[in-house]
């Protein structure tokens, strides 16, 4: 169940009901900032819910949610997306769960709040893609799960709110896929080179020292850098072809080795 209600005019003491189901009061304003409350009291019992609010200002708080926060519009509106915490996305049909943010603004006291979605056991969609606020494309929420589409870094979150810098999908709680293809653009790196005569194979006794050493393979990331950094599974595939393919050029050399003997001993 979706709703969405303007709310022109919120200031200070005006509580407005938007529906049996919520209701906000601008609990405090100094005409530098504001705190506001957002009261949910579902008339059937719910396990999910989010609540999308444009207001005025810079959120500088929050409490009872976990939030998303947009940049600024050309008309000063910021878009807030705010979804339970653990202990409170379930409501009781009758009970009331309190959200609040605070928010800095510059001389305002009127238009606070300009209108709130929610969502109450979606699922359900909020946003259209407005750039001119660039906010998040859409946000799903339901059943306790979440899609975060961002417009404006094209990046997509499933289960999270995290938008990690360096990333473009961050997936909370695993993939499951019967099917995974990894493209590299050019592969120049790829252990083809291993069979060039030019490569230098190290020796099985300098393997030896090194792995004493180090306690891992060359090139091969310690257990501490994976637990600290993770690891690139297109990377881990060349490297691990990398060993597989020069183990073979050890066994072939062995083997060479192990003919000569049986030439001199007439085997």
Do not use: C
């Not at 169940?1 to 601008?26: E, N, P, R, Y």
């Not at 915490?85 to 959200?99: F, P």
């Amino acid at each position: 169940m979706m709703k969405k209600i303007l709310a022109f005019g919120l200031s200070l003491f005006t509580t407005i009901s938007f529906s049996q189901d919520v209701s906000s009061h601008i609990v405090s304003s100094w005409g530098t900032g504001y705190n506001a409350e957002i009261k949910i009291q579902p008339q059937t019992d719910v396990t999910d819910w989010s609540v999308t609010v444009e207001y005025k200002g810079t959120i500088n708080s929050l409490w009872n949610g976990v939030y998303i926060d947009s940049a600024t519009s050309t008309s000063g509106i910021r878009r807030l997306i705010i979804t339970p915490e653990s202990y409170n996305a379930s409501i009781d049909s009758g009970a009331t769960v309190t959200i609040g943010f605070g928010a800095a603004v510059q001389n305002e006291t009127e238009n606070l709040i300009v209108s709130i979605d929610y969502t109450l056991d979606g699922p359900s969609i909020t946003g259209d893609g407005d750039t001119t606020l660039n906010v998040p494309n859409l946000f799903w929420t339901g059943n306790g799960s979440k899609l975060l589409l961002n417009n404006q870094y094209n990046k997509v979150g499933l289960g999270t709110n995290n938008m990690l810098a360096s990333y473009r999908l961050f997936v909370s709680g695993g993939i499951l896929t019967d099917k995974i293809k990894v493209a590299r653009e050019g592969s120049p790196d790829w252990p083809d080179y291993v069979f060039n005569d030019s490569y230098q194979l190290m020796k099985l006794s300098e393997l030896e020292k090194y792995i004493n050493t180090h306690h891992h393979l060359p090139n091969v990331l310690s257990a501490t850098e994976v637990d600290k950094e993770g690891q690139d599974l297109a990377e881990m595939n060349r490297v691990l072809l990398e060993k597989v393919e020069e183990l073979t050029l050890h066994v072939i050399n062995l083997q060479k080795q192990i003919n000569r003997l049986n030439e001199v001993s007439g085997n």
